[in-house]
């Protein structure tokens, strides 16, 4: 089997890494979005090379989260100046969908129902239809804060802060705001208090629509399922992880924020990455974990797999575990991991 091989890529972000994600299509095209106001373009082969930044897209103030659309030349941005922006990655050209009251956190594009979902510190979701461009985008009100969001083929989930978690059905939800814009009282799905009893830090979706991952900022990963029956239910499980040995405490850990989720999209197991500087990988069916990587020399702050799976995208930044007085961002690092065909998949259960 070949080794494994991990490199660098040159022209990082000048502060921290808010979001990393892979083309639809392309397992090499990367997006990555930065507190330093900018959308990094890049092309991954080439290790020797460090691989080649394509382009980048300034923004007027921090951008916190960016994803693709419908296809590799599309791009939604959110971030500390409110707007909700399409950029066209071939022209530079950038178009604002959507302006909420307060920060937008995150946006997630859905290709089966041609939707864009992004949710704001104002509390608030914005539906925008990117096959209506004529019809205006609906508004949700939310009941606390949004951290993350994440999408499947079927569902949204929206991780907020008091341990909330709203699932919403897109189906049944775009059937509902299509009778009105401002859907400020639309229930979700599924309403459910997080297992974690830490504030959540970040959700991601089975690959299988089955049901998602979510982290905490106390070192703690929970596993469920969409399915509401009491036997699905009784499969939810949480772990600890992200933990070290206190060089100073007798036998006691320091305890790190779980900071980024990632499904592999070929086998179903996820990736986690904490403030620890650590990224491990794990099988959610059999409840073990895969493998732990060599410890990277920052915070990991994002992960993100290709569309292949045949990449794991790490961003490294110093993140608040370090205590620093004046937060610069020096130091943020993006890597490639490039993996073996056996290294995400998973184990048989133990006997």
């Excluded at 502060?15 to 890049?42: C, E, G, H, M, Q």
């Excluded at 909420?100 to 704001?120: N, T």
């Excluded at 790190?256 to 986690?272: D, E, I, K, Q, R």
Aim: hydrophobic fraction near 35%.
């Amino acid at each position: 089997m070949a080794p494994t091989i991990q490199y660098e890529l040159s022209s990082p972000p000048t502060d921290a890494v808010s979001a990393i994600k892979f083309a639809p299509d392309s397992p090499t095209r990367l997006l990555v979005s930065s507190w330093d106001r900018n959308v990094y373009l890049y092309d991954i082969s080439g290790e020797e090379e460090g691989g080649k930044l394509i382009e980048k897209y300034e923004h007027r103030a921090p951008v916190l989260d960016v994803c693709f659309g419908a296809d590799d030349h599309e791009a939604f941005s959110a971030g500390m100046d409110w707007q909700v922006k399409r950029i066209n990655l071939d022209s530079g050209e950038t178009e604002v969908l959507s302006t909420h009251e307060g920060p937008v956190k995150s946006v997630v594009y859905s290709k089966e129902q041609s939707i864009l979902v992004s949710s704001s510190w104002d509390l608030t979701l914005h539906f925008h239809y990117l096959s209506s461009p004529e019809k205006e985008t609906t508004v949700i009100s939310l009941p606390a804060k949004p951290h993350s969001l994440s999408i499947t083929s079927s569902k949204l989930v929206v991780a907020m802060a008091a341990r909330l978690l709203y699932i919403y059905e897109l189906k049944s939800t775009l059937l509902l705001t299509s009778q009105s814009n401002v859907a400020s009282k639309l229930d979700p799905w599924q309403q459910r208090e997080s297992s974690l009893k830490f504030m959540t830090r970040a959700v991601a979706c089975m690959p299988n629509d089955d049901g998602y991952a979510s982290s905490s900022i106390e070192g703690r990963v929970a596993v469920e399922w969409f399915d509401p029956s009491p036997e699905s239910q009784a499969r939810k499980y949480a772990f600890k992880c992200h933990r070290q040995p206190d060089p100073e405490g007798e036998g006691t850990d320091i305890v790190y924020p779980v900071n980024a989720l990632a499904f592999h999209p070929v086998h179903g197991t996820f990736a986690s990455g904490g403030g620890d500087g650590v990224v491990a990988l794990w099988d959610a069916n059999a409840k073990r974990r895969i493998r732990q990587y060599q410890k990277y020399p920052q915070s990991v702050a994002a992960l993100c797999f290709s569309s292949d799976g045949k990449y794991l995208a790490i961003g490294a930044c110093p993140g608040f575990e370090t205590a620093q007085e004046e937060y610069s961002g020096e130091g943020t690092k993006l890597y490639i991991r490039e993996l073996s065909e056996t290294e995400a998949k998973g184990k048989p259960p133990k006997a």
